[in-house]
DNA sequence: ATTGGCACTCCAGTCATGCGAGTGCCAGCT
DNA sequence: AGCTGGCACTCGCATGACTGGAGTGCCAAT
């Protein structure tokens, strides 16, 4: 059994090793802890530290490495959170305040996030399935093209060109967009995909006079409303990965592949089991399904006006947990905080 | 001065070198290529070309490797484009076929050649500024938001969420809807935003009634047509960087941060002059002010609809200049050729 | 339970050595 | 004049032996 100050020997050699990247000795956890105690007790207590697969020795005869498992421990049990300076905070303000709609807020704050914590930086997009629609908007550009713009109210727009093959007048125009208004506007957007599909399997809902054209225009915004369902990634940093490739054993090739690919962040990002705090983290080797191994992610729960969603950083096992918890967690609250701000004051 | 052969030497060391990544000896060359001369022979041509700063060993008594320098030469002189096989083209054609607007084709673009190449991708988004403004509209969201519209007629669509602050009559939006289409309707992007520029300075112009609400609209038409004057690029295969990383000496970083900033590949591409055929190409040196001393890029002219813009790749200066050459002008030809159809067609 | 001491292991650096690939140069040949 | 074979020479690189140092595990003593 592993003593309490066994887990502080734990704590200094996690603490230690992401500072010096060595491997850390009994001797110098002495020297940089005042534990108290001489290098021969910490030896017994890395003894038993290693029989539970905490830390692991490199070679026969040298200083301890974290396993995986240790700094799952040490993160779930020893971390304490870091609080940022006044000038993290500020910088947090500076780099989100006088954003503009959605999209600019999340590209802001990826970039704030990557520039504090110095890894890469990935935010979720609040999930639109829940999102309701509140616009439908059709706008005709000649020669057969419409323009079909849709509007949630998450502040999110989205516009799809299509090319119906012929222009309407304004009545028939009208016509078709009171149609698509009634069957949308007010649903939720997974509703309202039910509900286009309805309207295409059922024969006797087709406009005889322009069966061709709003089929069409219904086809287009069930495209667009099935991109609404598909999350998406916002990231920055990716080139931070180059600068700390020491710290991956093998090559990055997978993580820049991840990173490009968006699909397996977004499942990892989603399975992370989140804390009472809303934090979540995921260390090298749980990640390995994602093909992962090597590689740690730090993420916190945001509040997008109810739809929740991810904000986090992407870096090598090795990294520093406190500092990016607390990062990422004061990233969160802020954004939380400017999503509902903006909602309110619009 | 170098002989004939001495340049057809350099072609084999330029070849052979980027093949196997190890620097070419005389022996080594007589036995891969059918000179019918000995290797003191060759060795004799290759001090030439050493004179002359073409190839260099990297230790006293080790093959030679080009210099950028031998590279340009090989480009400009020796390389004969390898044609695609017919596999290729069909590849080329099953990416791109039955893409949709703009963004899509660039996008499916920069897959396919990211995909051909095993390099990095990019392409230029078409320049807006000599595109011209085929519809502005305004759809109102209520609460006072309101969404402002774009399109060009290079098939560009965007659109703008602003806070105006009050929502409008049907009459007064017509009027206003009216006002900013005289102002730019059949104009260039480049006339549209100096016009706008007049009226906002133009006090005589306000409408004395919306004044503010007005103004807040032609501000965000301008702030619109500002990104519109920007160039854009879109990208793909980042992450062959990692897998290449053995051909550039120092880090990746620098690299890396280029594709993030975009900025500075933006000004090489635009940069970069054509040949006769439309093709460029960048070797090593030649970029270092753009902090890409190791990187070449292979780059071939499109022509969107009148307007010039540039897809290519950039990878390690010791690259595959036949074939990336051959494959970005294949590319950048069925790219044409798309957009064109696309144009015809709606 | 903690400690000092001690033997042991293994990494990392240094040096000497040998081998092989490749060059430069020269004298001779066509 | 150009080409060739031959030969001495230079390095890079791999190998192996040796050493110093850091760190461990264990044990007897406190």
Do not use: C, W
């Amino acid at each position: 059994m592993v003593s309490e100050r066994g887990l502080q020997v734990l704590r200094a050699i996690v603490q230690d090793y992401v500072d010096t990247r060595e491997p850390v000795g009994s001797k110098a956890i002495v020297e940089r802890h005042a534990f108290g105690v001489s290098a021969a007790t910490i030896r017994n207590d890395m003894a038993l530290l290693e029989d539970e697969e905490l830390i692991v020795a490199p070679h026969t005869s040298s200083g301890r490495v974290p396993t995986d498992k240790g700094y799952r421990v040490f993160v779930d049990h020893l971390a304490e959170l870091r609080p940022l300076s006044p000038a993290q905070r500020a910088a947090i303000a500076s780099f989100l305040d006088g954003s503009g709609d959605l999209d600019d807020v999340l590209v802001r704050t990826v970039r704030a996030l990557t520039q504090l914590t110095g890894q890469v930086a990935i935010v979720q997009y609040p999930s639109f399935a829940r999102a309701t629609i509140t616009h439908v908007e059709l706008v005709q550009l000649g020669g057969g093209r419409m323009l079909v713009i849709l509007v949630t109210d998450t502040g999110r727009v989205s516009q799809r060109l299509t090319f119906v093959g012929e222009d309407f007048d304004d009545a028939d125009l009208a016509h078709i967009r009171a149609g698509l208004g009634t069957l949308l506007v007010g649903r939720p957007v997974r509703e309202g995909l039910q509900r286009i599909a309805e309207r295409l399997d059922d024969p006797d809902a087709q406009a005889p006079a322009h069966e061709r054209a709003t089929d069409e225009i219904v086809r287009a915004v069930a495209e667009e409303l099935e991109e609404f369902r598909q999350d998406k990634l916002v990231m920055a940093g990716s080139a931070n990965l180059a600068r700390r490739e020491s710290d991956f054993r093998g090559s990055i090739y997978p993580l820049l592949e991840a990173i490009e690919e968006q699909v397996t962040l977004l499942r990892l990002m989603g399975e992370m089991v989140a804390d009472e705090q809303g934090l979540a983290a995921s260390i090298g080797r749980e990640n390995e399904a994602f093909g992962l191994g090597e590689a740690s992610v730090v993420a916190s729960d945001y509040d997008a006006t109810g739809s929740l969603a991810r904000v986090g950083v992407l870096g090598p096992t090795r990294m520093d947990y406190p500092t990016n918890l607390a990062t990422v967690r004061a990233v969160a609250r802020y954004l939380t905080r400017m999503l509902e701000q903006d909602d309110s004051s619009r």
